[in-house]
């Protein structure tokens, strides 16, 4: 039998606990959208007045857990509602919103430029205070959203990049537990309290492996963390990764009858059909993100899409999964955005996300975060002009930076483009940054048949003549990049010679669609003819 992995670590404080892991990185909390007894996001955020009393929410939530408290809890408490009252920090939030950002992305966007300044700072004391604002800003970010911080099951060991104090003092820890942080510091509120509270924790482990429950020990005398046989230690540096849009086939996974290799996956929209996802079947070419996120909470919150997109990495294991990011606007709202003039204006994909970019900046940064968890690809919606990727990887390599100077793992993913708007599919040779294609026929079909979008459905198969020869001119634009198609007519047999005359080999069709499409493939030589005997 293997032998336990044994870490070494800083002591925090002194002692020996063990207990079920609890990892702090994959958020128990539902979402508003979630939570039956919410209010609608929509209604739970606002203006000035919403932040004004998110804030007062937050001050009393926080004079409720020093209630009883010891001296020194009572100071770090005291510390916090000090902040929460210093009309500066109000007073910079309301600046964001009086240059129409929204109150939620205002709020995170001045506490994460203060926490940035405390990071940054040569004074280990003062780089402690980062998570006490960290704090804040969760805290305030929940009552924004009706959705409070929620505690772990006692007795567990904590596990995460660092803790906040006022999580630590609303737990229970006379059933045991400790405290197991990748970074942190023995200088930090939480190991204060820690030491006061006699609470087994180190510090300084790096990055490790482990699963929800996995049973976990803190040596607080040694220094070290004690994980089960099959844990092991995540490196700093996480070698590139090839786009995943690519072609290649394993195992002869699907050829066509006369032997060319096809690359077959499948569209997600929901994170439920996650847990149906096989890896051994087909790898993920679309994941539309915008299902998943579907309300100002949950754009704003940057852990929660974490462990959306990480739970889709790691069901698919070692197959390709590409994500679109949000395609919203248009006839797809985000809920507590609807009055913003850019949604207004009909701005719609990329050009929105361009336009507010503090949606665009949460969301970089959790697809960065996840993107070392498997083998992620981007894939940016309703492209029309090069410009658009220029300064879309631009805005991903400025948040990869400020996660590198926080010391978050992270990895730059490849970053490619839907085709769906015909004059881009017209000058796909001009979109030189973009690191791979795909085609979404519904909206292609649309703006190039000029229909209503009610009217799509009808008018597909007359347009489906021009679609095709705009792909086919398209593909040859391309450059040798990888080119794949994820709309409709990729899940539609009778379009596949027509596909794959163009010179198509990556199709990604919703699941139930596979197993046709599969079949028809197989009956098809690589040039869309039929097979002999077929």
């Not at 966007?109 to 780089?127: F, H, K, P, S, V």
């Not at 590139?240 to 086939?249: H, N």
């Not at 949460?362 to 083998?375: E, I, K, S, W």
């Amino acid at each position: 039998m293997a032998e336990p992995l044994r870490l070494k670590a800083k002591s925090a404080s002194p002692g020996i606990a063990s207990g079920p892991a609890f990892l702090a990185e994959e958020p128990k909390a539902p979402s508003a959208a979630e939570r039956p007894d919410a209010a609608p996001a929509s209604q739970a955020v606002g203006g000035y007045g919403a932040l004004e009393k998110a804030i007062d929410i937050s001050i009393g939530e926080l004079e409720h857990l020093a209630d009883g408290a010891d001296a020194e809890s009572r100071d770090i408490i005291d510390f916090q509602i000090e902040v929460l009252r210093d009309p500066s920090i109000a007073e910079a939030t309301g600046a964001r919103m009086e240059a129409d950002e929204n109150v939620v992305f205002a709020w995170v966007a001045t506490l994460d430029a203060y926490i940035g300044e405390l990071e940054a700072a040569d004074e280990e004391q003062m780089r402690a205070r980062a998570v006490d604002i960290l704090d804040i800003k969760n805290r305030v970010l929940g009552a924004l959203a009706g959705t409070p911080i929620a505690d772990f099951p006692p007795g567990s060991v904590f596990i995460g990049k660092d803790m906040e104090p006022s999580r630590f003092l609303a737990h229970d820890w006379s059933k045991g537990g400790g405290i197991a942080l990748f970074a942190g510091s023995t200088a930090g509120h939480v190991a204060l309290l820690a030491r006061a509270k006699s609470v087994p924790m180190v510090i300084g482990t790096g990055r490790f492996s482990a699963a929800d429950g996995d049973p976990v020990s803190v040596d607080g005398n040694a220094g070290a963390v004690i994980l089960q046989a099959g844990s092991m230690l995540i490196p700093p540096l996480v070698p590139a990764q090839e786009p995943a849009g690519d072609t290649q086939t394993t195992g002869g996974e699907l050829r066509t009858a006369d032997g060319v290799p096809i690359l077959l996956s499948i569209n997600i929209n929901d994170p439920a059909e996650i847990d149906a996802l096989d890896p051994a079947t087909a790898g993920v070419g679309l994941m539309r993100s915008e299902f998943s996120i579907t309300s100002v909470a949950d754009a704003a919150n940057e852990e929660r899409q974490l462990a959306i997109y990480r739970r889709v990495l790691e069901q698919a294991g070692d197959r390709p999964v590409t994500i679109r990011m949000l395609d919203i606007g248009g006839d797809k709202p985000l809920a507590g955005l609807e009055d913003l003039p850019a949604l207004a204006s009909g701005l719609r994909g990329i050009r929105l996300l361009l336009a507010r970019p503090e949606i665009a900046r949460v969301q970089a940064r959790a697809l960065l975060r996840a993107a070392v968890f498997g083998r992620l690809s981007v894939m940016l919606p309703m492209v029309t002009f090069p410009d658009g990727i220029d300064r879309m990887r631009e805005l991903f390599r400025e948040e990869a930076e400020k996660l590198g100077r926080r010391a978050l793992l992270h990895r730059m993913p490849p970053i490619g483009m839907m085709v769906e708007v015909p004059a881009a599919a017209l000058m796909l040779d001009t979109f030189g940054a973009a690191a791979f294609f795909s085609f979404g026929t519904n909206d292609l079909t649309q703006y190039l048949a000029a229909s209503a979008r009610d009217d799509i459905d009808a008018d597909a198969g007359k347009a489906a003549p021009a679609v095709l020869r705009l792909i086919a001119q398209a593909v040859k634009l391309t450059a040798g990049k990888p080119v794949s198609i994820c709309g409709d007519m990729a899940g539609d047999p009778s379009y596949l010679p027509g596909l794959l005359a163009a010179g198509l080999r990556h199709f990604s069709v919703a699941p139930a669609r596979r197993p046709a499409i599969r079949s028809a493939i197989i009956g098809l030589n690589a040039d869309g003819t039929r097979a002999a005997g077929e």
